[in-house]
Nanobody, 115 residues
Framework: QVQLVESGGGLVQPGGSLRLSCAASGSIFRIAVMGWYRQAPGKQRELVAAIPRGGSATYADFVKGRFTISNDNTKNTVSLQMNNLKPEDTAVYYC?????????WGQGTQVTVSS
């Protein structure tokens, strides 16, 4: 089994910053990709950013220049630094890890951007 524990969500004003973190543990042999997705009420879950093992990060157009994903393969962690947050960034953010054994999700952390 694989467990993903997320932290760092909360309420922030427009233009503010938050940092999300995710730690993976359990039966982890080799992580292929670590990433963040989000789901706003009434909308489908969408990719925010992802970083493959040994590769370059990719970002959704709506976060380019504002969000930065980083990971530590030795600790099996992935973080998402979110700057210049906008009200439309409000959503539940999910950590995702792709392994040979399958795709795993965190429980989600709420990010609310509001004045």
């Amino acid at each position: 089994q694989v467990q993903l524990v997320e932290s760092g969500g909360g309420l922030v004003q427009p233009g503010g910053s938050l940092r999300l973190s995710c730690a993976a543990s359990g039966s982890i042999f080799r992580i292929a990709v670590m990433g963040w997705y989000r789901q706003a009420p009434g909308k489908q879950r969408e990719l925010v950013a992802a970083i493959p093992r040994g590769g370059s990060a990719t970002y959704a157009d709506f976060v380019k220049g504002r969000f930065t994903i980083s990971n530590d393969n030795t600790k099996n962690t992935v973080s998402l630094q979110m700057n210049n947050l906008k009200p439309e960034d409000t959503a539940v953010y999910y950590c995702n890890v792709a392994l040979i054994t399958g795709n795993y999700w965190g429980q989600g952390t709420q990010v609310t951007v509001s004045s």
